[in-house]
């Protein structure tokens, strides 16, 4: 079980990390995957409103979890941040608050016939390696105008920086940051528990954060 004292002390140091790297106003997505309902109550109570899950069935599994218990509604702001499956998005739709996966056109017309004028992120691959996801940097547009014209909103770009030491995700960073400021798009997610100080230099607005907030994840 984790406490939101806990977490709570986690997001205060974590706080001081993005602040001294000049990041006041970032928002934080918890990340909870691997983790049980008791993490997003625990994200709850410690003041972070927004969660991030990565499975279709982990997240509807929380949700239901969350809503069966008595007394106050717990439900966060849950942001779909893993590989998404178009045969999922059914599942799933009336709970997301915004799909922040979303790479390929397939995914972006399956989201507006179950969720109209969701709000979406168009995730870019910067990594260059297969397995993290991500449209190549050379369909963003493309991607972004096809999000349009099926009706959804798209609010920014994500991506996951590369495996290895942190400085190695600046110039995808970089990369996201020029391409989100040339398209107007506002909302840039990147940076995670290793990255956030060099992904708040490179100018992210949201954050996605699981083991610097509840520890290590249960295998
Ligand atoms: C797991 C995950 C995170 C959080 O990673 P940590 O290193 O635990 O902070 C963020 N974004 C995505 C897409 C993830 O899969």
């Not at 974590?14 to 691997?34: C, P, Q, Y």
């Not at 168009?122 to 999000?147: F, M, N, W, Y």
């Not at 920014?156 to 400021?181: D, H, I, K, Y």
Request: hydrophobic fraction near 40%; glycine fraction near 10%; charged fraction near 25%.
């Amino acid at each position: 079980m984790i406490s939101s004292a806990e977490v709570a002390d986690r997001f205060g140091a974590l706080r001081e990390r993005l602040s001294r790297a000049g990041g006041d106003k970032v928002k934080v997505v918890a990340v909870t995957k691997g983790f049980g309902p008791d993490s997003v109550a625990a994200a709850i109570g410690a003041g972070l409103a927004d969660v991030g899950e990565n499975y279709a069935q982990e997240l509807l599994s929380k949700s239901n979890s969350l809503s069966a218990q008595p007394g106050i509604d717990l439900q966060p702001r849950w942001h779909f941040i893993g590989r998404l499956q178009r045969n999922k998005i059914r599942k799933i739709a009336s709970l997301v608050h915004i799909w922040q996966s979303v790479d390929r056109p397939e995914l972006a017309s399956e989201i507006a016939r179950r969720a109209p004028s969701a709000t979406v992120l168009v995730q870019v691959d910067i990594a260059g390696k297969d397995g993290r996801g991500g449209c190549p940097p050379s369909e963003i547009t493309r991607l972004v105008r096809h999000c349009r014209d099926a009706g959804l909103e798209v609010a920014g770009l994500m991506a996951v920086g590369p495996p290895g030491p942190p400085e190695l995700a600046r110039p995808g960073f970089r990369l996201l940051s020029t391409q989100a400021a040339d398209l107007g798009l506002p909302e840039l997610s990147m940076g995670m528990s290793a990255d956030i100080e060099v992904a708040v230099e490179e100018g992210a607005t949201m954050v996605r954060v699981g083991t610097a907030l509840f520890g290590a994840r249960p295998r």
